[in-house]
């Protein structure tokens, strides 16, 4: 199984993040944490390791309804969540890159029936976000 839905698109980085962030919360998902690999490699490692990575943010996405699903269902998917969703470009791109986890690697973790339908509205709503970023990076 493949663990991220992901979509290449021409839009700039930060571009990118706005128009993340916002078909995210059409489809129900708030960003909770935002963790700038990019600032923590230059912090921590220095420059050079900064500037390996490129830019490269990752966004802590939960949709509140279905995170409540997925914990009535199974307590031990709070380990899973929030769904991550990752915006990279390196330094010498022409477009940036925008992956979302896929929710149904919770089920291969999970041997609760009742997680099965979670992940399937998750995975609807992660994958509609994605297409509507594709999209606004044709227009």
């Known amino acids: 199984m493949n663990y991220a839905h992901t979509v290449t698109v021409s839009l700039p980085f930060e571009e ?25 490699f230059n912090t921590k490692l220095g420059i050079e390791s900064a500037d390996a990575v490129g830019d490269y943010l990752i966004l802590g996405a939960c949709n509140p309804a279905l995170a409540e699903q997925a914990l009535a269902a199974d307590p031990d998917m709070g380990l899973l969540l929030p769904c ?56």
């Open 16 to 40: 990118a993040i706005s128009t993340t962030k916002q078909e995210l919360a059409n489809q129900g998902f708030g960003v909770l944490t935002e963790i700038d690999i990019r600032a923590t």
């Open 84 to 139: 991550n969703v990752v915006i990279r470009r390196s330094d010498s791109a022409e477009t940036t890159t925008v992956q979302a986890i896929n929710p149904q690697t919770m089920v291969q973790l999970s041997e609760v029936a009742a997680v099965q339908a979670v992940a399937d509205q998750a995975d609807e709503q992660l994958r509609a976000a994605l297409a509507a970023i594709e999209g606004a990076s044709s227009k």
